[in-house]
């Protein structure tokens, strides 16, 4: 059963690795292999997404007393949405990485249009 009936590959699907917790390569890919490579290609891609939100929000926002740039949700949304359907999940990743900020957990299109989104 450690032959994949699925792949026409000969090698084995997965080898006796005794990787705990505490071991550094724990729950990441084996080097070199091309689903590490997925991962890399994956996070230069959101990346590239949250440097064109905060462009974007440079670009629409106004400054503000504070000096940080500050753009409505609404606003955003209709100037994001043309570029990218993901606007919210790159806004909650954006939060996350502390690029941005925002009142409350998730924002929705037509009710949370007036939140302001500011660019830290």
Known sequence: QR???FSNDDRRASKALHIHRGDPTYG???EGSR???RGKDAHLHVGKELEEL???IRSTGEVGDDGHVSVTFG???ETYVTISNKVVGILLRARKHGLVNF???MLWQGKDDNVTITLL
């Open 3 to 5: 032959k994949n009936p």
């Open 28 to 30: 990441r890919p084996p």
């Open 35 to 37: 689903t590490e490579q």
């Open 54 to 56: 905060c462009s974007i």
């Open 75 to 77: 606003r955003l949304f």
């Open 103 to 105: 009142e409350g957990e």
